[in-house]
């Protein structure tokens, strides 16, 4: 914006002359918090559309609580700091939607809601609103009533055996894993069929979401590359430490939440770090915390917990990895 | 002789009686001394006319519990001679102390035993109190003294619906967890979302039975 | 030397306008820890009071004997009787809560409250002003105690004292009454005192 009005107060005569302006430079007008939003959106679209056809009513449930929350705390909390309504940046919807994704469809209705205000009050607007904030959004609504409704959320929350749809009567597939060794078809867990969070079941979707991302370069791409080699080399080490339990670097992959995060959750411009070299190095703080908390934590799945502790340490990140100016000392 | 340097370098002054008197460490502490002695004096006031009952409280706290965890709840009035033992049990070469009430009616009829239990939760440690029969073939009752679990699942372990399971149970099997319903005598239900939890505490009770058993002899 | 406060005007200021808590950020570790619920943070309250009172009193009566070296010896000495007598009183008469409260009231002794009332005020001003100083300041200490706890134990149990205020059916916020609950609170209502008072 600020880049136009600059553009627009130059004289007309002056059209010939090279125009310099203070930093930033943005060399795409079109670049804005708006579109970014938007193709997030679009990329969610694959997600969101296998989320509707696996859990079809728990979905469609737990997104119009979500979305609707997250509105409706992003107009209060800017309206009591005195700010103008941000709604039209999408950042809201985008923040409700990955959250109705990473919770599960059975939830109660006040988990989503606790959840989107806890999202938007204490991890967006506290800090001084979209672009200030140090944690995911999302995670920290879902962190929240993660640990204050651990019986809805934790490992048994997901299960439901009186459901009318079948995924939803298993355990997820990682803490059948955890817990009696049962492994999951890989093909399940590709697809997209088994329980687990709204957007997390199907890999295949994520990953064209992700893709879609990936070369809009709304995302980055070092941030899942980042996740995804350094898991394949802990699940490899895993592997050939045990063999026999039969959970490959695929299941590893393509089951719980790795891809949705590293797709969706981690690659939030606002909490990762600024250069190419920092991303790479916050993708595999990721990767390993996740790997680490699954192989070695109570919990079965560590995608919300991993991308919370990066985010805390992407300020030291972007201090490290500050680029140094061509001819400057070493 | 003639001093022929008249100018010596100075020397400290050699300090009076009185200002080294003022100087010395016993007077410029004088009231942190008095003080101790005052306060000293108070707490040890304090300590001999409380200590009595704080010993009380803590010995109560364990032995309220007894006539419920033998006799069940409907009973737990009747009143019951306690007599403290200490157990020792040999375990791969290192010694384990366990703390063993003996219970007996008004008439000297043993109504059983209680004992001290502690393990390794999925937090912290947990504590409890087991109950046994006279002959130690059964578990008459448990009750969680301290734990740390989380708050919402694995807390759950102090609810009274979930440690009647124990009661009744034998001892000559071992105590397995299960999940979603219990379907043999040796098995307890775990609680939803909270296994390692139920497991913990139904080892420690494992592991108690196990040493006890045979050495508790009426 | 300026002039210093009278009885009424430290009450006062210990209440509100100097709250140990919310204004001096004082005490900090107790009133995290002890927050999950009203009892235990009234009876913190409490043996806050006692031993504010008692060492509040016992270092305006010694004032004039202080030597400037050694005074914070005998600041420490006095907290600690006090606090000793406390705990064991809360052992011997209240042993669930003390139990309950397990480290933090021995802790009182290195509870930064007390020791700056006895350098800001005790040690300066006389017994009847150290006096309602210590009262002010325990009064506004309780006043934040309980309104973290108060928040803290209705959203995470539904209770206040452990009386049901909320249906049966709220669905408890565990995290409330554990250690993010209480800095998340503390944060916020600390905020929405400056808020307040800003807007005054």
Redesign the interface.
Known sequence: MENKQQTDSVPAEAGSVIHVAPSPHLSDTALTTQRMMMDVLIALAPVVGMALYVFQWYAVHQLVICVASCFAAESLFTTMRGKPITLKDYSAAVTGVILAMSLPGTAPWYVGVIASFVAIGIGKVIFGGIGMNIFNPAMVGRAFVMIA???AL????YEDALSKIDAITQATPLTAFK?NGIVAPLADLFWGSTNGSLGETSALACIIGGLYLCIRRTASWEIPAGVILISAVIGEIQCLVNPQAGWTVLHHLCGGALLFGAFFIATDPVTSPLTPKGKFIFGIGVGAFIMLLRLFS?YPEGVMFAVLLMNGVTPLINRWTIPRPLGSAK | MVDMNPLKPLQPMPLSMMQYFRESYIV??W??LM??FF?GG??SG??LK??P??EE??AN?TKQRIPELLLGPSEAQQPLDLKLHTIEVEKKGRKVFYNVYEARFADGKLAGWVTKAVGQG?ADRIELLLGLDPNAEKITGVFILDQKE????GNKIVTEKWRSQFAGKETKQLLTVVKGGVKADHQIDAI??A??SSKSVTAIINTAVNDLKGKLRG | MAEQPTASERFIQGILPENPVYRQVLGLCPTLAVTNGMKPAMTMAGAVLFVLVCSNIITSL?RG???PH?RI??FT??I??FV??AD??L???M?DMSKALGPYIPLIIVNCIIICRCEVCASKQGVFTAASDAVGQSLGYALALSSIAIVREVLGTGMIFGYRVLPEAWP?W?IM??PPGAFLTLGLLMGTVNWFSERK
């Open positions: 409704f651990a019986s934790g490992a048994t929350g817990q109570g | 410029q502490g009231l942190v003080l101790c306060f108070t707490l304090v300590q409380l200590n009952i704080i409280n803590k706290e999925y989380t708050p919402g699942l939803s979302g296994t390692i | 010694i004997l202080l030597k050694l010896i005998v000495l006095t600690a009787t000793t007598i064991r009183f052992a011997a008469f042993y408890d565990s009454i554990l």
